[in-house]
């Protein structure tokens, strides 16, 4: 079964860090580029980062350019989303999913709430 199962996002302060987790299973993840989304409440999906088969290039939306840094470990057939000096517009759900024609079902999504 091809799916996304992400995880890490929970509760932080203005400033804080986490760090998101997007395990795939079905398929070898190592064969495609990945991204990493973000949706909030009555928007689409934005693209937050993309990270080529190899770990790089990368790609970096400007809202989280310097404070973001994706990476994958395609042994594990994971990719990560390492979140710093999080920001109350960082309040989102994170999903992941391939840069490809392709492209497997939207996983649960992890939510990040950044809160005072």
């Known amino acids: 079964q091809v799916r996304f199962v992400e995880s890490g996002g929970g509760l932080v302060q203005p400033g804080g860090s986490l760090t998101l987790s997007c395990a795939a299973s079905?398929?070898?993840?190592?064969?495609?580029?990945m991204n990493w989304y973000r949706q909030v409440p009555g928007k689409g999906r934005d693209l937050v980062a993309r990270?080529?088969?190899?770990?790089?290039?990368?790609y970096y939306a400007d809202s989280v350019k310097g404070r973001f840094t994706i990476s994958r470990d395609n042994a594990k057939n994971t990719i990560y989303l390492q979140m710093n000096s999080l920001k109350l517009d960082d309040t989102a759900v994170y999903y992941c999913?391939?840069?490809?024609?392709?492209?497997?079902?939207w996983g649960q999504g992890t939510r990040v709430t950044v809160s005072s």
């Open positions: 079905g398929f070898t993840l190592a064969t495609y580029v």
């Open positions: 990270i080529s088969q190899a770990g790089t290039p990368t």
């Open positions: 999913n391939t840069d490809s024609t392709w492209r497997p079902s």
